[in-house]
């Protein structure tokens, strides 16, 4: 695999950073090394200033999701590692940028480097902890002198297929196409691969699978078609939901034979509306991530990734996309490909402008301005590969159908902590009643809270989700212990004690449990909200300890985009195949109406991206 990303400038050094390795890690740390000696080399032939005390200096610093500490060692004078013992930000994201950091700091002995794009919070707390840390050890101002990343990039690059955005979709088109024979570029906006999938809950609805039959679940393509459909408002695209119904468990079954483990719990992902939700082990997006990265790297040269290289326009030539124009670290560049281009860019849910404009389908009442939050990484979900496609004339469908998710977390939008996924989960309000039933899809579970006083609730569960506080729970990836440690989740051994803590009518809060108990205890079919006990899991909440968070409805998903066919071929706006494009993943338009059915964009990506991969590669 090549990895190309860029070349530190802030010695006097300039290192071409392309190797053919393993994994991002190892490409990393291979061009870490080199350039590492480099900049002591130089650091070195300066004249000497008054060098900082030997020793490690710890700084704590406040992350993303939690407080970390940045651990800075000196030796000789030199910054000698840079180290993070205990963050717990996400994986492939926050992680991943502490990774890329630690190493830039050494590689250029400063802290004032150049943040890792689409980690921008954690970047920032990462470089404050590591300057604090060597202000502690006395440091003179050559540590503090800023660092910019420069261009390694060639001037033109080729290879068969070129993929724009690394992330889910883009990352299973980039396996499949390698699989049928072509070579692959993959040009990625931000610092690391996989984009919002990453973060995502890792739900994959798939029908009939062997998960399925061992726990008595019966189900099949049509059934998962019909509800697709029916959660869409049937305003989908039949003939594209048949596709993703059809072909969901071999997707499935693909990721296995790379290595996927599958947890045999089958679940149902928020406004899942049925038991199929399949979710990877380790839990979460990164893991889908991480098995299809592993999976590249049996491919050697024939793969490259340009990573921190933001596509900008897609090159035409007689009326065929034959690459893409991109900039990396200020430098232009351009990517051609004789079989074709894939878009697989994401959504544009964190682009205010863009979703406000759009905004005049089921959310036109209310404002999706900034005020609202948006679950996925910001830098990632802006619709650039809208914007691209529809310059070369594709047709874009349904851009107003933009999801809003019941499970954000107050004053970011991001989907941390306890989940509204999974069963046993209570919806509160503020005066400690139940008010819809959760197992309803998004948009009525949003709406519902929209209309509740300050239009948030209350997430209560107990401890039939989290039985052991030490154990990492399969829905959230996270612990319990960890996730009470941050402060956003709150715990109460009895019901009377948690309607104080969340500041409701312990009455009304016990009537809400004890209606909810009725159906999971199948004393009776459904309540007034139309709650039913359907699934496996259902069990009634009687005893503590207690576990609640306040959420409120976040911009989570954008259904609508690039139109395109079962082959994954861009539709122009006249009907016809744009010759040289494909499209696959939540850029894409079509696939789930106006509301997505939780757990059927994972699905999607793999689906759709397999299919865009194979269709590029075997094109004329
Ligand atoms: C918190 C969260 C939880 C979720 N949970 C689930 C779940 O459990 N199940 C489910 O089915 N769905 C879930 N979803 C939705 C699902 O994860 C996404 O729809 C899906 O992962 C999108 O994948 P993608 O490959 O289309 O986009 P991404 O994974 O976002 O990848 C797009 C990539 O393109 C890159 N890019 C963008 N513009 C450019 C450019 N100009 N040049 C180069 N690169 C560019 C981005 O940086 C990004 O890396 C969740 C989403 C979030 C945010």
Known sequence: MVLSSSIASGSNTTEKRENTMESQKQVRKAAFIGSLLCAIAALASTNAVAAPKDGTYSEKVM????????????????????????????????????????????????????????????????????????????????????????????????????????????????????????????????????????????????????????????????????????GGHNTNNPELVHYLADHATEALGWLESMGLVVNPKVGAATGALYQRSHYPDPAGGHTYIATLEKALQKYGDRVRICLETKALNLIEENGRVVGVEAQNHGKKVKVFADKGVIIATGGFGANIEFRQKVNTGIW???????????????????????????????????????????????????????????????????AGDRFVDEGAPRDVLSKAVFAQPGQTYWLLQNHLRYPDE???????????????????????????????????????????????????????????????????????????????ARKVPTIHHTMGGIKINTNAEVIDKAGHVIPGLYAA????????????????????????????????????
């Not at 310059?391 to 954000?408: C, F, R, S």
Request: glycine content about 12%; proline content about 3%; hydrophobic content about 40%.
């Open 364 to 430: 036109k009442e209310a404002k999706l301005d900034k005020e609202i939050g948006c679950s996925n990484i910001s830098a990632a979900a802006q619709g650039d590969g809208l914007i691209m496609a529809e310059k070369v004339n594709a047709d874009l469908i349904g851009l107003a159908d933009i999801q809003v998710h019941p499970n954000g977390t107050p004053g970011t939008g991001l989907m941390l902590d306890i989940k509204t996924s999974g069963r046993n989960r209570l919806f509160i309000n503020k």
């Open 585 to 620: 993943g939540e850029v894409t338009g079509g696939i789930h109406g106006e509301n997505r059915l939780g757990g059927n964009a994972v699905a999607d990506c793999m689906v759709f991206g397999r299919t865009a991969g194979r269709s590029a590669a075997k094109a004329d």
């Open 63 to 230: 992350g993303l999701i939690a407080p970390f500490t940045v651990s800075v060692t000196l030796h000789d004078g030199k910054i000698e590692k840079v180290e993070v013992p205990d963050a717990l930000e996400s994986p492939g994201v926050g992680a991943e940028a502490i990774g890329i950091l630690s190493e830039r700091i050494v590689k250029n002995q400063s802290a004032a480097v150049d943040g890792v794009s689409g980690a921008t919070m954690t970047s920032f707390a990462m470089l404050q902890g590591a300057r604090k840390a060597l202000k502690a050890a006395g440091a003179d101002e050559s540590f503090f002198k800023k660092a910019t990343e420069q261009s390694a990039l060639p001037d033109e690059m080729k290879s068969n297929v070129v993929i724009v955005g690394g992330g889910g979709a883009g990352l299973a088109a980039a396996v499949s196409a390698l699989q049928n024979g072509a070579t692959v570029t993959i040009v990625e906006k931000l610092g690391y691969l996989g984009g919002s999938t990453n973060v995502c809950g890792g739900a994959l609805n798939a029908s009939g699978t062997k998960y399925q039959a061992k726990l008595g679940i019966e189900d099949n393509p049509q059934k998962h078609f019909e509800q697709t459909m029916k």
């Open 470 to 548: 030490n154990k990492i729970d399969l829905l959230s990836g996270r612990k319990m212990k960890d996730m009470l440690a941050q402060g956003r989740v709150q715990k109460a051994e009895t019901l009377e004690e948690a309607a104080k803590m969340m500041g409701v009518d312990y009455a009304r809060l016990k009537a809400a449990v004890e209606e909810y108990n009725q159906v999971a205890s199948h004393k009776v079919e459904t309540d007034r909200f139309g709650f039913k006990a359907n699934h496996t899991d259902d069990r009634p909440m009687t005893e503590g300890p207690w576990y609640f």
